[in-house]
């Protein structure tokens, strides 16, 4: 497994951006598809993007497409999460999540977790 740790939350204003990093630590980060997930208040929590082992190949909510591009850098044993024209109802706590081998939408499979990062955009 990996460690993770996310940053970069904080208060925005509805249109603002923000930019969500994943620190991980071991040496076996490229071989994980990644993930981030968030949990607004009051609800479950669900699925943002996802991105494979390569960088290559990514997946999207529809509630984020077009304003949230996931990426990684293995080299630097990180993903980011480029959150673009928030609004009130991105406010969450965003988490990334670490899943052997394909992608997937669903928070089962994925098997490291961070303890996530307030996001709270303000309209």
């Known amino acids: 497994q990996v460690q993770l740790i996310e940053s970069g939350g904080g208060l925005v204003q509805a249109g603002g951006s923000l930019r969500l990093s994943c620190a991980a630590s071991?040496?076996?980060?490229?071989?994980?598809?990644m993930g981030w997930f968030r949990q607004r208040p009051g609800l479950e929590r669900e699925f943002v993007a996802a991105?494979?082992?390569?960088?290559?190949?990514?997946y999207y909510a529809d509630s984020v497409k077009g304003r949230f591009p996931i990426s990684r850098a293995n080299a630097k044993n990180t993903v980011y999460l480029q959150m673009n024209n928030l609004k009130p109802e991105d406010t969450a706590v965003y988490y990334c999540?670490?899943?052997?081998?394909?992608?997937?939408?669903?928070?089962?499979?994925?098997?490291?977790w961070g303890q996530g990062t307030q996001v709270t955009v303000s309209s």
């Open positions: 999540a670490a899943k052997p081998d394909q992608y997937s939408d669903y928070a089962n499979g994925y098997t490291s």
């Open positions: 071991g040496r076996t980060f490229s071989s994980y598809a």
């Open positions: 991105i494979n082992w390569n960088g290559r190949s990514t």
